[in-house]
Structures are given as C-alpha cells and as structure tokens.
C-alpha cells in the first residue's frame, strides 16, 4: 500500500507569490493534518482535517489555508509568502477510531515538500 | 517558551554505547508520542504513551512515561549506526486537537 504522498517534494518561490501543496493520505484514512518545520526545530501544527471539515487550526496568519477534498487528499495554500515560511511542510494521515479526532491517533506523515522562499 | 523541552540536543556516541534522551514540560499530557526523522523524511511513530508511570520496549528502546505524566524518557540499549537520527517527543493536552512537538534530539551513533 502507498504511504501518504506530498507533491512537489521540492519548491523554490520568491517574496509575495502563492504556493500550493498537495497531499494524498493513506488510502482508507479520512484525517489529514499539516505541520510546519523549519529547520533545526520541531514539527509545528497548521491544520486537521476530518471529513472535509477543518478540526484544528494552529497559530499561524490568515495567509495560511487549506481544504480537503472528497476523495480526501487536501492542500495547503500559502498566500504572499514570506522569507521565514520556508520550510519542510508536512502532511500526515490517520484513521480516527471514533468521529472525534484525538491527537494521539497514529499519525503518518509523509516526506513532506521543502519550500525555500527567495 | 517551548512546551516541551528536550534533552540533550545533540548527541554523538559510539557503537555499543548506552544513551537516554528526555522530554520535559511543566503542563500535564494526557498521551505522548516518540518519533524518529531521518533526514529528508516525515517522522516515524515509534511508540505512544497514555498512562502515567507507564513503560514500553520495543526491542533496544525503552520509553517511560512520568508518573505525573508532565515529562518521558527514551533509553537506548547498545546504539547501533541505525539508530542515528532525530528523535522527537510530541505531546497531546487535554481539549486540543493538535499535537505539540518539542525541537528533537540529533543523535549520531558512530561505528
């Protein structure tokens, strides 16, 4: 079985522009979750989605945002980028055992998608 | 502030060698994960734990749990090459959807 997929694994974007991430879960999970790293620190948490509806959010601007998508894949959008959000971008998948989504489920992440802002 | 504080932040050690890395925090976790990163990879779930005082194995490693659930130990039996990576402990608080990570352990176990 594929594990979760991030596409493009590799982003070089300039000031100001919009990106665009993609993430496909593990196939037969409903959550995605993103997370931002940046280097030399740990994961931090943007968002969780749970059957198309967002569950969490983490303290990050408004210039951050994301959907999920019926067939569950998700993406996060970053709009007029700044030099500090270039970082590894995560995304992990998990199969909630009830409706509410706890954070201790068993998250998988993928390899993530290396943005470098210019 | 970071909620959750590990120690050391980097280690380098020999083949053969005993280590144990720590997470540590003044809040209270209902459940708190390790994960291993290699470079250019997501982390990897080692091992959850829910229940204070609590200790696992999985094969060399051992994870424990603090008995006020606010900080947990990894200890690694006999390191070998593979076990270089980033370690990094995650916790879940109570009421919050998110999961917090503290900045990781780099650890490089030489042959």
């Known amino acids: 079985d594929a594990g979760v997929t991030q596409s493009p694994t590799h982003l070089i974007k300039t000031r100001g522009q919009h990106v665009t991430l993609r993430c496909s879960p593990i196939?037969?999970?409903?959550?995605v979750s993103w997370y931002q790293q940046v280097l030399g620190q740990g994961p931090q948490f943007i968002f969780q989605y749970y059957e198309k509806e967002e569950r969490g959010r983490g303290n990050f601007p408004d210039r951050f945002s994301a959907r999920q998508f019926p067939n569950y894949s998700s993406e996060l959008n970053v709009n007029a980028l700044l030099l500090g959000d270039s970082a590894l971008y995560l995304c992990?998948?998990?199969?909630?055992?009830?409706?509410?989504?706890?954070?201790?489920?068993?998250?998988?992440f993928g390899s993530g998608t290396q943005l470098s802002v210019l | 502030t970071q909620l959750l504080e590990q120690s050391p932040q980097f280690l380098s050690i020999q083949e053969g060698e005993n280590l144990t890395v720590y997470c540590n925090s003044s809040?209270?976790?209902?459940?708190l994960q390790w994960y291993r990163q290699e470079p250019g990879e997501g982390p990897v779930l080692l091992v959850t734990?829910?229940?204070?005082?609590e200790v696992k194995k999985l094969k060399r490693l051992t994870f424990q749990f603090g008995d006020a659930r606010k900080d947990s130990s990894l200890h690694i039996t006999a390191a070998q090459p593979g076990d270089t990576g980033l370690y990094l402990c995650?916790?879940?608080?109570?009421?919050?959807?998110?999961?917090?990570f503290g900045k990781g352990t780099k650890l490089t176990v030489n042959p």
């Open positions: 809040s209270v976790f209902s459940s």
């Open positions: 995650a916790g879940e608080r109570r009421g919050s959807e998110k999961l917090v």
């Open positions: 992990a998948s998990s199969q909630p055992g009830t409706r509410r989504v706890r954070a201790h489920e068993k998250l998988f």
């Open positions: 734990v829910v229940t204070g005082g």
């Open positions: 196939s037969g999970h409903k959550s």
